[in-house]
């Protein structure tokens, strides 16, 4: 008797638009590029290298300023953030 386990794998997207650009990025990908989720836009983005977690520069530059801000003021008010 022989039983084949398929292997799942469960996705947790933030939104249905979220999931429709992951799949259309798998289309245009192939295996060598790893996909990743911008850690401060939350786009998908083909990292070079698979310690990359930001689609961009600006990206990582604005994640880090927010971070530090954070730190800066623990519970001071809401900042101006666009
Ligand atoms: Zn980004």
Redesign the pocket.
């Known amino acids: 008797m022989r039983i084949t386990i398929k292997p799942t794998i469960v996705w947790d997207f933030h939104s249905l638009l979220l999931g429709i650009q992951m799949m259309f990025s798998f289309m245009l990908t192939d295996d060598t590029k790893p996909l990743r989720l911008?850690k401060?836009?939350t786009?998908v983005?083909v990292a070079s290298r698979p310690s990359n977690q930001?689609?961009?520069p600006e990206?990582k530059n604005r994640y880090n300023v927010y971070k530090s801000r954070k730190k800066n003021k623990p519970d001071g008010e809401a900042q101006n953030e666009d």
């Open positions: 911008c401060h836009c786009k983005f930001f689609c961009s990206c």
